[in-house]
């Protein structure tokens, strides 16, 4: 009789196992789609410039793309047409400068545009069914749409830092003039 020790195989060490992966959902947040904002030169000197970019002059009819933050500078005997979609233009008249500060989709697909008049005459078209505000920021006052449908003028004259006119030819606009 034989008597037979350790001559079994030993035990492998038991290997590893990967542990299980469980797959995470992935959620994506939808994206509003961008504001579609485009610059037409009606008449020439026009010109457009953002951060450290100096400018590009646009010559009559031209229109490029603007971004938040660009500013658009209209020279004498220049003129200057802003289109945010097909809800609402803003025209820029001589000797103006504007800066689109902000724009943006909000609640129910509306439209929030806000724009800096340094200096010069503009003119705020909204569409009857532009579902969009608008807001002119001036050294002076802040104006803002109210309802669609609605057309103002504003002029700022920078050597006096106060606005000189401000015209509603029809809707309604809420006027902030010095915290009031």
Not at 16 to 19: C, I
Not at 80 to 102: H, K, N, P, T, Y
């Given at each position: 009789l034989f008597i037979l020790t350790g001559c079994s195989p030993t035990p492998a060490a038991p290997s590893?196992?990967?542990?299980a992966t469980?797959?995470?959902?992935t959620v994506s947040q939808p994206t509003a789609p961008s504001v579609e904002i485009s610059l037409t030169a009606l008449d020439a000197p026009v010109e457009v410039s953002s951060?450290?970019?100096?400018?590009?002059?646009?010559?009559?009819?031209?229109t490029v793309n603007i971004q938040v933050n660009d500013k658009v500078s209209v020279g004498e005997g220049g003129r200057?047409?802003?289109?945010?979609?097909?809800?609402?233009?803003?025209?820029?008249?001589?000797?103006?400068?504007?800066?689109?500060?902000?724009a943006k989709r909000e609640?129910?697909?509306?439209?929030?545009?806000?724009l800096n008049q340094v200096y010069g005459h503009t003119r705020v078209v909204l569409g009857k069914d532009a579902n969009a505000r608008v807001r002119v920021e001036t050294t002076f006052a802040?104006?803002?749409?109210?309802?669609?449908?609605?057309?103002?003028?504003?002029?700022?004259?920078?050597?006096?830092a106060k606005l000189t006119c401000q015209v509603v030819l029809r809707g309604q606009v809420e006027v902030q003039a010095q915290g009031k």
């Open positions: 590893a196992v990967p542990e469980v797959s995470q959902p951060g450290d970019n100096p400018g590009t002059g646009l010559q009559k009819d031209d200057a047409l802003l289109r945010i979609g097909d809800r609402l233009q803003v025209e820029i008249f001589r000797d103006s400068q504007l800066q689109l500060s902000e609640f129910g697909d509306s439209i929030f545009v806000r802040n104006l803002t749409s109210l309802t669609d449908d609605t057309e103002f003028m504003v002029c700022q004259d920078p050597e006096q």
